[in-house]
């Protein structure tokens, strides 16, 4: 998150990182608190209970997502990804640093693996990275980490 908040910064991006918001789209009953939220300051005046009760509904409000991958895989894979797409959020990653996904999507032999999607005509497309490969994201341009900096 320091890294995230430096490039942010560095990137002169109207964006923060909030301690804990909850992700819901407004018909939901439940939803999801990111292990890493990125918000669109601008957009939070748009944001009917931001300020009641730390919630974001619109995609306009949250650039990037990301979960990182613990025992529980299965929700970052198929749950959270479905959700996120569903609700229009431009870019989530899953950071899998452990290699604890299915081997359909980390491949044989496991390992550690950062998976950005895209969203493109409301469907996610998908960029994986490893080892010294550079990240590459919409919602922070100028990045300059790699996938072993951020493991």
């Known amino acids: 998150m320091r890294e995230l908040n430096f490039e942010i910064r560095s990137q002169n991006l109207a ?62 894979y198929f749950l959270k990804f479905a959700e996120y797409e569903e609700i229009g959020i431009p870019e989530y990653w899953i950071v899998d640093y452990a290699a604890l996904g299915g081997k359909r999507f980390i491949g044989s032999p496991k390992q550690p693996t950062i998976f950005v999607y895209t969203l493109f005509e409301g469907e996610y497309q998908i960029t994986q990275f490893r080892g010294t490969d550079r990240i590459q994201s919409i919602a922070l341009p100028g990045l300059s980490l790699t996938a072993e900096q951020i493991f």
């Not at 018909?27 to 919630?55: A, F, H, M, Q, R």
């Open 15 to 76: 964006y923060t990182i909030p301690s804990q918001a909850l992700v819901k789209a407004v018909d939901k009953k439940s939803g999801y608190i990111p292990d890493v939220l990125v918000l669109n300051l601008p957009n939070l005046v748009n944001e009917p209970l931001w300020k009641k009760s730390s919630t974001i509904s619109q995609a306009e409000s949250i650039p990037l997502i990301m979960e990182v991958v613990s025992t529980n895989w299965r929700d970052d």
